[in-house]
């Protein structure tokens, strides 16, 4: 069956530190996947979009990488800050059905 | 601010009961998409709409259903509420018909079924 896998687990780390976030798909053939930040009780907000023939993409302190090979995508956060504490969620386009199925996310706490 | 707009923010009623949930998408966006957010089942796509038209179903249950009007707003109804109804849930909107561009999501509205 499909499955897409984000760490459950909170990561914490040091306010200036590099956050990497992790997301893994299984039975997905993507040919792009996208990164979402979602704060409590609030909606989604989309950060990034990185296709399959892109296998890097920045923006500002944020990169994306995405290998098709390994069904991974990792999210990265360089010098973090405490306002990028959030859940990020990643998303693919869920084959044949034209919508994307999103993980379930990690909860990133940078402390200052 | 995504300019996407949902009403209402709360909504708590008993079981057995029909709610109404309302969603604008932001101006000019054709697409529409209704989601599902709980704690133990994460974000969980329900529906989409195109310019009126339905595009994608997700694990929509029977008792909900869904219409995109003329004006393209939106209104997702749930009826004969349980308990495991209570949700956070979700519109999103987006300029194409397709998932493989941006969505913008609306504030929500958390229901809460007593």
């Known amino acids: 069956s499909q499955k897409i896998e984000q760490n459950s687990e909170a990561l914490n780390i040091q306010e200036g530190k590099t956050a990497t976030l992790t997301c893994n798909y299984t039975n997905y053939s993507p040919a792009y996947l996208q990164w979402y930040r979602q704060d409590p009780g609030r909606g989604p907000v989309f950060l990034l979009l990185i296709r399959e023939n892109e296998k890097e993409k920045r923006k500002e302190r944020l990169k994306v990488t995405f290998d098709t090979t390994l069904k991974q995508s990792l999210f990265h956060i360089t010098a973090s800050q405490p306002a990028d504490s959030a859940t990020y969620l990643c998303a693919l386009e869920d084959t044949g059905r034209r919508a994307l199925t999103f993980g379930s996310g990690t909860r990133l706490q940078v402390q200052p | 601010d995504s300019g996407v707009t949902q009403t209402p923010k709360h909504l708590i009623t008993a079981t057995g009961q029909r709610v109404t949930l309302r969603c604008s998408p932001r101006?000019?966006?054709?697409?529409v998409y209704w989601y599902q957010q709980s704690l133990d089942q994460g974000l969980q796509f329900l529906i989409q709409y195109y310019n009126g038209e339905e595009r994608a179903k997700g694990n929509i249950l029977e008792r909900f259903s869904a219409q995109q009007f003329p004006d393209l707003h939106s209104e997702l109804n749930l009826s004969s509420l349980e308990l495991g109804d209570s949700a956070l849930y979700f519109c999103?909107?987006?300029?194409?018909?397709?998932?493989?561009?941006?969505?913008?999501f609306g504030p929500g509205t958390r229901l809460t079924v007593l």
């Open positions: 101006s000019g966006d054709l697409s």
């Open positions: 999103a909107s987006s300029a194409l018909d397709r998932a493989n561009n941006e969505q913008f």
